[in-house]
């Protein structure tokens, strides 16, 4: 993509004014501590994409096995962001629901493995800076975070949070 392209990254709802559709993005965009709708959008694109490229796979292929070569290195990408798990087939992404997406942001992941006592205290912290992910200083919180590296994600040494004691630590943590 070309410097200064204001190509969107997402796409909007066709009917806007849908009461249920509207409550439920509001209950998701809630519960996952998201800035605004436009980051549930963009979730539900990528999402839409997998699936989108699942159906390619499976409607290219014949066999068994022409299924399993074909979608190698998607199932592989999505295996190893953890959106699916290690036993899981090309026809589990038609399956996948946004919300699998959305577990998988650094925001969502720091709140589980109890960073933060909220979401959008997470979001702060990534935000601000206190959080690295293997020990670089991630400042995205819609940060995709791989299987391999849940593991490392903590505070930055030099962050005031590092500090146990912190009045704005999670209780236990």
Same mark, same amino acid.
Do not use: C
């Given at each position: ?14 009917? !806007?004014?849908?009461?249920?559709? /509207? ?36 409607? &290219? ?5 022409? =299924?399993?070569? *074909?979608?190698?290195?998607?199932? *592989?990408?999505?295996?190893? /962001? ?13 399956? @996948?629901?946004?919300?699998? /997406?959305?577990?998988?942001?650094? &925001? ?6 109890? @960073? *933060? ?8 912290? /990534? ?6 992910? $293997? ?10 975070? $791989? ?5 490392? =994600? ?5 962050? !005031?949070? *590092? $500090?146990?004691?912190? !009045?704005?630590?999670?209780?236990? &943590?």
């Amino acid at each position: 993509m070309a410097l200064g392209s204001n190509t969107k990254r997402y796409e909007t709802p066709n009917h !806007p004014f849908q009461g249920e559709r /509207i409550a439920e993005e509001h209950s998701l965009v809630e519960r996952y501590g998201l800035k605004n709708k436009e980051e549930l959008w963009r979730a539900q694109s990528e999402l839409r994409d997998y699936r989108r490229e699942a159906r390619d796979l499976l409607g &290219q292929t014949q066999s068994e096995d022409d =299924i399993a070569t *074909a979608g190698g290195e998607f199932l *592989a990408r999505l295996k190893r /962001i953890g959106v699916l798990d290690e036993e899981d087939r090309l026809d589990a992404v038609l399956s @996948l629901e946004v919300s699998d /997406i959305l577990e998988r942001r650094l &925001q969502t992941v720091a709140y589980r493995k109890g @960073l *933060a006592n909220t979401t959008s205290q997470a979001r702060q912290f /990534i935000v601000h800076g206190h959080v690295t992910v $293997d020990d670089a200083r991630v400042r995205v919180p819609s940060y995709t975070v $791989d299987v391999a590296e849940e593991d490392s =994600i903590a505070f930055d040494e030099t962050s !005031p949070l *590092a $500090d146990e004691l912190h !009045p704005e630590r999670a209780e236990g &943590q």
